[in-house]
């Protein structure tokens, strides 16, 4: 019976010590803050980009 009982308290241990499922909450963080700064920054270009289409479609329509 303690044999049974050391081997659990041993991989327990060795569960709690595991450290490789922590990377991978890393990695989701630093993708989800990269998609987060990706989107922040196509709004701001959104609204340029807009103007700018906007722009040419008037310029090829005098043209044409």
Known sequence: M???MLKMFVKMQ???ANEEGQDL???GLV???V???AVAA???IG???GVLFS???SILTSAA
Do not use: P, Q
Request: hydrophobic share 50%.
């Open 2 to 4: 303690n044999n049974l």
């Open 14 to 16: 060795t569960l709690l």
């Open 25 to 27: 909450v890393e990695y």
């Open 31 to 33: 993708v989800a803050l």
């Open 35 to 37: 998609a987060f700064g």
């Open 42 to 44: 196509l709004k701001s």
């Open 47 to 49: 609204s340029e980009l």
């Open 55 to 57: 722009s040419i479609n």
